[in-house]
C-alpha cells in the first residue's frame, strides 16, 4: 500500500514554474500554494523544510499540552481522590487522541501525502471523505465502550470510592465527545498530509483560548455557570471539540485547504490506503497505552498516592508527544511526498533526520528531569509521599527518553512510506517487557516501584534499539 508513482513530466514542470515563480520581479500569476510546497519537499534542504513545516504544529501543541497542565493544576485543587480519578481516565483519552491523530491519522496523512506527491489531486481530496466516515465510527465505538466498560475498567487499575466516582464522572463527561474529536484530529490529519499546517495550528489555538478559561469556570462554577466539579473540565473539551468540528467541516467544504470535502461514492481501496498504514499503526498506540493502563494497574498496587505520583510524573511523557507529534508529521509528510513522487534516496534522508534530531531532543530533556524531578512534579503536588514515587519514575525512565524518540520517529516515518509492519513489532516486544514482565514482578514476585521503572526503561531503549537495526536495514536492502 505504498502509492508509488515516479515523478511525471508534467508535475517536475509544474514545480519547475512554482520555483520560477518566486523570483524576485516576477510578475506572472502567484503560483499554487499546493505546487510550491510539493517543490520545497522534493527539492529544498531538508532540515529548514522539515523545521517549516514542523515548527508551527510543534508551537501550537505544546500550547495544547500546557492547557492540559493547567487543567491538572485546576484538578488538583479538587484534592488527590480527583487527580488520581484522572490518572486511571488518562491512559484511555490518550489512546484515542493517539489513535486519532498519530494511528489512523497517521494513515490519513500518509496516504494524502503520497497521493499529492504522484499528482493523483482527486485522490486525495476523496480520501477526505472517507476519513470523515472513519471518524464518525471510530468516535461511536470509544462513547460507547467508555459508558459500558469505563466501570469495569477503572475499578481493575485500582479505582474505588471517591477515586472511582471522580474517574467515572470525568471519563463520561470526556467521551460523550467523542466522535467530535475523531472529526477534528483525522480532517487535520489530512490537512497536514497536504502541506497545510496553518489551519490545525489555528484550530489547535484557537481551542487553548477557548479551555483555559472555560474549564475551571465549569470546574468551580463562575458567575451563572453552575460547579460540575471534576465533570468540568470534560465539558469544556468536549464543547470546544464540538466547535472545532463544525469549523473544519465547513473550512473543508469550501475546498479552500488545498482538500476538498465533497460527497460521492465511497471506494474500498481508499479505505484500504488508510486503515492498511492506519491500522497497524492504531494497533501500536494501543498496545502502547495498553503498557500505561497496565503499568498503572501495577502502580495502583502500591496505593493512591503511588498512583497520583506514577500518572504526574508520566504525564512527562505525553508532554513530549507535542515535540515528537509536530517533528511526525512533517516527516510523514515528507516521506510521503517523496516517496510518492519515486524520490526514494531523499525519503530516507529525511527520515533519518527527523529520527536523530528528535532522539536528540528527547534526551535532552530525559536527563533534566531525572536530574531535578521536582522542575515537573512541584507544579502539581506537595505531598511528600506523591512526589516520592514520581521522582522515582523519573529518574528511572528520563535517561531513556532519547531512544523513545528515536523509535517514534522511525514510526512517523514508516507511515509516510506506507510500511509499518516491522515498527509495529518493535513496538509489540517493548510492551511486552513493559507490561507483561513488569506486571509479573509486582504481583507475582512482590517487587517494588524501582524494579517496576527500571523495567520499563529497559523496554524504552530496547525499543530504540530495534528501530535502529530496522531502519540500517532497510537502507541496505535498497
Known sequence: MTDRAPNTPANEASDTRAAASLSVGDASPPPNPKTVIRHAILHDSVLPTMLRLALPMIVVMVVQTAVGIAETIYIGLLGTDSLAGVALVFPVLMLMTMMSSGGIGGGVSGSV???????????????????????????????????????????????????????????????????PIWIVNLLTAALRGAGNVRIPALVILVGAAVVIPLSPALIFGIGPLPRFGIGGAGAALTLYYVGAAAVLLRYMASGRGGLSL?????????????????????????????????????????????????????????????????????????????????????????????????????????????????????????????????????????????????????????????????????GTIRSLVAAGIGWLVVARFDAGPATLFTIIALSSVLFGGMNLVIAVGAGKER
Request: charged letters at 10%; a positive charge; glycine letters at 14%.
Open 262 to 426: 465533497r460527497l460521492g461514492s465511497l471506494r474500498a481501496s481508499l479505505f484500504r490506503n488508510i486503515l492498511g498504514v492506519g491500522l497497524l499503526s492504531a494497533f501500536a498506540t494501543a498496545q502502547l497505552n495498553l503498557t500505561v493502563v497496565l503499568v498503572t494497574g501495577a502502580v495502583g498496587l502500591f496505593g493512591a498516592d503511588a498512583v497520583a505520583g506514577y500518572g504526574l510524573a508520566s504525564r512527562l511523557d505525553y508532554l513530549l508527544i507535542p515535540l515528537l507529534f509536530g517533528l511526525g508529521t512533517a516527516v510523514v509528510t515528507m516521506v510521503g511526498t517523496s516517496a510518492g513522487a519515486g524520490a526514494h534516496a531523499r525519503a530516507r534522508r529525511i527520515a533519518w533526520t527527523g529520527a536523530l534530531l528528535a532522539a536528540a531532543v528527547t534526551e535532552a530533556v530525559g536527563l533534566t528531569v531525572a536530574a531535578a524531578p521536582n522542575i515537573w512534579l512541584g507544579l502539581f503536588s506537595r505531598e511528600p509521599a506523591v512526589l516520592a514515587i514520581g521522582a522515582l519514575y523519573l529518574q528511572r525512565i528520563g535517561p531513556a527518553y532519547g531512544a523513545v524518540g528515536f523509535g517514534i520517529l522511525c514510526s512517523f516515518a514508516a507511515q509516510g512510506f506506507g510500511r509499518v509492519l516491522p515498527q509495529t513489532l518493535a
Open 113 to 179: 501525502a503520497r497521493a499529492i506527491g504522484a499528482g493523483r489531486q482527486a485522490d486525495a481530496d476523496a480520501l477526505v471523505l472517507h476519513a470523515l466516515v472513519l471518524a464518525v465510527g471510530f468516535g461511536l465505538t470509544f462513547t460507547v465502550g467508555a459508558l459500558a466498560a469505563g466501570p469495569r475498567l477503572y475499578r481493575a487499575l485500582g479505582g474505588d470510592g471517591a477515586t472511582l466516582d471522580a474517574a467515572l464522572t470525568y471519563s463520561e463527561f470526556t467521551f460523550a465527545g467523542a466522535i
